[in-house]
């Protein structure tokens, strides 16, 4: 294959569009809080050459892109307080990261873990996988499409070790599971970084009705799903909202990003007359089913990571069976319509209070009509679970600050 070395030229002549998607997602890691600073992150994109946020190159990454089919590559240092924790999953779990939300485990599997960057190991651990650790230095992600693959990946690996830290150290402190109890200085690292992760809190405008116009309906569920990103309530590629209006269901598309959603929502005919339910969410089925038994007329759909940490709470979480979480049904079920489908559990949940947490998956929220009050619903189930957190350690006798 012929080199795509370019030490000797300026990496920004690469196609514009390309160095667009590189700024864009660099603007995203940061506006997401998943990076401290610009510097520390580098992302390139492949078009004729290879497009970087950097003013070279380097040899090592050059190489990645001879050695792998990529079109992109990310490679970043998380924030602070997430690189610590990721670090001491490192230290634990040594070659391999396994998540324990369902979610990630569908979508990541496993997260391999390196020693340094070397393009050799780096290009062994991403054959088998969209991302890895590296220890010295970050997570380095790619995508075989678009700088949006990567940046994706990247962000699902920072959510799932987040979950899977707080998560593990609760259910084994409760004796949930089978790990050894964490070191003292493990566990102190844990009470000073939960602090840190408190979910935010603002203003809440948005709509109190379901608009009128189709126009209405599009900019009401792009404002919802913003906000739903910016409040940390779901990373921007996972969740869905959906609307009902008169006898058509205006619904997410599957894949489609919360912060970016005009372009990205289906109109689905009840009456079945067009077939563009096949880009919808993949929980379309549960979302009929919601509106069927509620009478309600929106569903919003987010991944608050507490909410999510929370429902994991007392183990694996048998098909069919419930428990709660403040007063919140959990539920289990997998993504779309099969057997042990989410929509043959989650709609009954739903029916009394309005809203349910489907085990190690995310929250779903009804409303007859506003979309303001399903948000703050979300929200304040958030920050019930993040207080439920720091409740069950002191009910084990942990002094919690």
């Known amino acids: 294959m012929q080199s795509r070395r370019n030490a000797h030229r300026d990496p920004n002549q690469g196609d514009r569009a390309v160095r667009n998607q590189v700024e864009k997602y660099l603007n995203k890691l940061l506006a997401h809080g998943l990076i401290d600073a610009r510097e520390d992150c580098a992302l390139y994109g492949l078009d004729d050459e290879i497009s970087t946020n950097l003013d070279r190159v380097p040899g090592e990454v050059e190489r990645l892109f001879e050695i792998l089919s990529i079109s992109s590559l990310v490679h970043a240092r998380p924030g602070r307080d997430l690189w610590r924790i990721i670090t001491a999953l490192c230290d634990e779990s040594l070659l391999l990261i396994t998540p324990r939300d369902s979610e990630s485990l569908t979508f990541i599997h496993d997260i391999p873990v390196v020693d340094t960057f070397d393009p050799d190991q780096i290009a062994c651990a991403l054959n088998r996988r969209k991302g890895c650790i590296v220890r010295d230095s970050g997570i380095v992600t790619l995508g075989s499409v678009s700088v949006e693959q990567a940046f994706i990946v990247l962000s699902s690996i920072c959510f799932a070790c987040f979950v899977k830290y707080f998560s593990d150290i609760l259910n084994t402190i409760c004796e949930f599971s089978p790990e050894i109890r964490p070191e003292h200085a493990h566990f102190e690292q844990a009470l000073e970084l939960l602090d840190g992760f408190r979910p935010p809190s603002g203003i809440n405008d948005l709509p109190a009705r379901i608009p009128d116009t189709e126009e209405g309906i599009v900019h009401a569920m792009d404002i919802t799903g913003k906000l739903m990103v910016s409040r940390r309530l779901v ?3 996972f969740g869905n909202i959906s609307c009902l209006k008169g006898d058509d269901l205006y619904i997410s598309q599957t894949g489609s990003s919360l912060d970016e959603l005009p372009g990205y929502i289906d109109r689905v005919p009840l009456d079945g007359s067009s077939t563009c339910d096949l880009t919808s ?17 929106l ?7 507490f909410s999510v940490i929370m429902s994991m709470f007392g183990g694996e979480l048998p098909f069919g069976q419930r428990r709660s979480v403040g007063g919140i049904p959990v539920v289990s079920g997998e993504v779309g319509a099969g ?21 190690g998956h995310g929250t779903f929220l009804s409303d007859a009509a506003s979309f303001s009050n399903a948000f ?5 189930i958030e920050h019930r679970c993040y207080e439920t957190y720091f409740e069950t350690l002191r009910k084990n006798g942990i002094e919690v600050p």
């Open 299 to 305: 569903i919003i759909h987010g991944h608050p990571k």
């Open 235 to 237: 990373d921007s590629f």
């Open 281 to 297: 969410s993949s929980e379309l089925m549960a979302h009929l089913r919601i509106y069927e038994l509620t009478g309600h007329r």
């Open 339 to 359: 057997r042990r489908g989410l929509m043959h559990t989650l709609p009954e949940a739903l029916v009394e209070g309005h809203a349910a947490i489907v085990s």
């Open 376 to 380: 703050e619903r979300l929200s304040a």
